[in-house]
C-alpha cells in the first residue's frame, strides 16, 4: 500500500555533491517522521537525518553542516542534499517513513548506492 522510492545515487569524487530522493506512493502528511538511513559494508544500519511531520530536523554528527533534509509536499517528496562528500559517506543509503498514528508501522525504500572516491 506504501512504497518508498530513493534516486540520486552514484559515484562522485571527494568533495562533490549529490541530491537523493525520496518518493512516496501516498501523502507524505500521512508520516509522523521520514528521514535516510544508511548502511556501509560490514556496518550497521545508522540514522543519518530526519524531518519530524512538523518540520523539526535532525542529523547524525558526521553530517552536520554537509548535508540537509527537506521534503516537498506537493510531490510527496523529501530530499537529501549531500555536500562536501568524503570517502567514509560511501553507502548505500535509504528512505525511511514512520505512520503518525503507528510508530511501530515502519516503510524503508530498496537503497540507493553512493559511493564517494578518493
Known amino acids: 500500500q506504501v512504497q518508498l522510492v530513493e534516486s540520486g545515487g552514484g559515484l562522485v569524487q571527494a568533495g562533490g555533491s549529490l541530491r537523493l530522493s525520496c518518493a512516496a506512493s501516498g501523502s507524505i502528511s500521512s508520516f509522523a517522521a521520514m528521514g535516510w538511513y544508511r548502511q556501509a559494508p560490514g556496518n550497521q544500519r545508522e540514522l543519518v537525518a530526519t524531518?519530524?511531520?512538523?518540520?523539526?530536523?535532525n542529523y547524525a554528527d558526521s553530517v552536520k553542516g554537509r548535508f540537509t533534509v527537506s521534503r516537498d509536499d506537493a510531490k510527496n517528496t523529501v530530499y537529501l542534499q549531500m555536500n562536501s562528500l568524503k570517502p567514509e559517506d560511501t553507502a548505500v543509503y535509504y528512505c525511511?517513513?514512520?505512520?503518525?498514528?503507528?510508530?511501530?508501522?515502519?516503510?524503508w525504500g530498496q537503497g540507493t548506492q553512493v559511493t564517494v572516491s578518493s
Open positions: 524531518m519530524a511531520r512538523g518540520g523539526n530536523t
Open positions: 525511511n517513513a514512520v505512520h503518525r498514528f503507528s510508530n511501530s508501522w515502519q516503510f
